[in-house]
């Protein structure tokens, strides 16, 4: 392993039995975490060429058991983030589709850095289980059309474990170290067809629209290659999405938003990937038959039934989704303080997803445990003017000392500018 390292320190190419050494190494306990941290630092400065991107995804795929859906009929999707804050489309977007008709088979993970993770937001509602085995999986998907499940020890157990390194090592954001993760886990569990929400801007892992398109391109080859269909949709993540940032009140929002009252930006998104979807899947032939669909599924309340569904089948307590008021709620609140007058200009999401993980939402190492309840409503957003001493946003923590800390990193959070700012568009560009 020293070897290896050194290779990837001196900015030499890996050979694909070299990584499949790593990856094999790694899995079985034979390479301890500080070399792979040592590695995963060097593979961060001095990048990874195409074919040693595709090593990685092809041996952290086969690093455990690999899921067959072939014999649910239909087109099955999934889709994917990757990451930002804020972000509960999956949620949302799960039972949508679902509800169409469409099998959603969907494998998530949890936070990284200082973004949320679907599973940690879904384990929010009591007794709800992540873990399943891959036959449960499929029954599932096959009865309910829906399922989600973790990686468990056995599915794509490499990008579990680097995923955790990476996590407290600063890591996240490569290119091909985020390439090799998304694709091993979607290719693993395996969706014929997969939308990737791929975020960009200051919350987001991938900071600029260049950098977003190669790792689109990469995800697009290596799914083509593997015979599947792939759609990257290049979004924002400027600002959080929605007005929730942490675990239970996520999750309350994304019901307010699958009962048609969520927040513009983020019900916006829903219905554009949403639409990527059910194309996808053969179930519509356009975007805007696609947004009609899935607007009338939640108008006609069959994609919120479709979201207690899943809470049922997945042994989560259904009345905490049909009466949120009984989600965890943290202790005690406190409001956020404008400092200044004006617009706000900028909203780092950034910042705001370390304000939440400051307040207990995420993890600070991999072994942090997470209060389910902590965390962030934001009340304004970029665009709105504020007074000084308006509230800006309310805290939610157990425990008062974690505001003082939030709070370092709230003031970082906003910009103010005295006219009124362009907003960033939600929506950048769609490859396939
Ligand atoms: N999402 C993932 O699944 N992996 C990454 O590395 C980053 C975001």
């Known amino acids: 392993m020293i070897e290896l390292i050194k290779k990837k320190r001196d900015g030499h190419v890996l050979s694909d039995i070299d990584i499949n050494t790593i990856i094999n190494g790694f899995v079985k ?4 975490d500080y070399q792979v941290s040592a590695w995963l630092m060097a593979v961060f400065f001095q990048g990874m060429n195409d074919d040693e991107t595709a090593a990685l995804t092809d041996a952290m795929m086969r690093s455990g058991d690999m899921i067959d859906l072939s014999d649910i009929p239909g087109i099955k999707v999934d889709k994917h983030s990757t990451g930002g804050v804020g972000d509960k489309t999956t949620l949302i977007l799960a039972p949508l589709v679902a509800a169409a008709g469409v099998p959603v088979a969907k494998m998530s993970g949890r936070g990284l850095g200082h973004t949320g993770g679907t599973l940690d937001k879904l384990e929010s509602i009591a007794g709800f289980k992540v873990e399943m085995t891959a036959q449960e999986f499929i029954d599932k998907v096959k009865k309910h059309h829906i399922a989600i499940c973790s990686q468990n020890n056995k599915l794509v157990p490499a990008d579990k474990k680097l995923y955790a390194l990476r996590d407290v090592t ?11 993760s998304v694709m091993s886990k979607k290719l693993a569990c395996g969706a014929d067809a997969i939308v990737i929400d791929l975020k960009v801007g200051d919350g ?10 190669k790792l689109a391109e990469i995800m697009i080859s290596t ?9 990257a949709v290049i979004t924002g993540m400027e600002e959080p999405l929605g007005f929730a940032i942490g675990n239970a009140l996520e999750v309350k929002e994304a019901i307010a938003t699958l ?12 219905l554009e990937l949403g639409s990527h979807m059910l194309m996808l899947s053969g179930k519509t032939h356009n975007h805007d038959e696609g947004v009609a669909l899935l607007k ?11 979201f207690v569904e899943l809470v049922d089948i997945q042994g989560g307590q259904t009345d905490m989704v049909i009466h949120p008021e009984l989600l965890p709620q943290a202790k005690l609140t406190h409001e956020y303080k404008s400092k200044a007058t004006g617009y706000i200009s900028h909203l780092s999401a950034m910042d705001i997803g370390l304000a939440s993980v400051r307040l207990g ?7 942090s445990l997470i209060d389910y309840s902590a965390g962030i409503i934001l009340t304004k957003k970029v665009g709105d003017h504020v007074q000084m001493g308006d509230t800006l946003a309310v805290l939610h923590a157990n425990d008062a000392v ?27 560009k769609t490859v396939k």
């Open 259 to 270: 009962r048609g009252h969520g927040p513009e930006d983020l019900t916006k998104l829903c």
């Open 296 to 306: 009338s599924l939640i108008h006609n309340g069959k994609a919120f039934d479709k």
């Open 361 to 367: 939402a995420g993890r600070e190492t991999k072994e």
């Open 29 to 32: 306990g034979e390479i301890p």
């Open 204 to 213: 987001a892992f991938i900071k600029t629209i260049a950098d977003a398109e």
């Open 170 to 180: 600063g890591t996240v954001d490569n290119i091909s170290l985020i390439a090799s």
């Open 223 to 231: 799914a083509t290659k593997m015979n599947r269909k792939l759609v």
């Open 402 to 428: 974690f505001f003082t800390k939030a709070e370092e990193y709230m003031n970082l959070a906003y910009t103010f500018s005295e006219t009124k700012p362009d907003k960033q568009p939600l929506i950048f």
